[in-house]
Nanobody
Framework: QLQLVESGGGLVQPGGSLRLSCAAS????????IGWFRQAPGKEREGVSS????????YYAESVKGRFTISRDNAKNTVYLQMNILQPEDTAVYYC?????????????????WGQGTQVTVSS
């Protein structure tokens, strides 16, 4: 059973940066594609970024391209989301999720495991 724990959220001013971590336990992340999702108040959850298990290919939502970078350290069983030039519209609870396989996707139903989320608030 894979468990995922997000960390690194917090309050940041517009234009600032945060790095989120998604730490896995229970089994290796090597078999999983990892996705980051977010849910803002009153809105549906949306995909932010995904990184493949096999070749490290990445995928980003248009709204975060050029500002966010996803990476993984399989030795540490952790995936990161570096978020730069944060804007108030990035305010949300951020979740990581694991998909058993190589598919890069934001289809939530394909993800097998989810973390509890970490709050990111961008405000002056």
């Amino acid at each position: 059973q894979l468990q995922l724990v997000e960390s690194g959220g917090g309050l940041v001013q517009p234009g600032g940066s945060l790095r989120l971590s998604c730490a896995a336990s229970g089994t290796t992340l090597n078999y999983y594609t990892i996705g980051w999702f977010r849910q803002a108040p009153g809105k549906e959850r949306e995909g932010v970024s995904s990184i493949s298990r096999d070749d490290g290919m990445t995928y980003y939502a248009e709204s975060v391209k050029g500002r966010f970078t996803i990476s993984r350290d399989n030795a540490k069983n952790t995936v990161y989301l570096q978020m730069n030039i944060l804007q108030p519209e990035d305010t949300a609870v951020y979740y990581c999720a694991a998909l058993l396989g190589p598919t890069l996707t934001f289809i939530e139903e394909l993800y097998d495991y989810w973390g509890q989320g970490t709050q990111v608030t961008v405000s002056s």
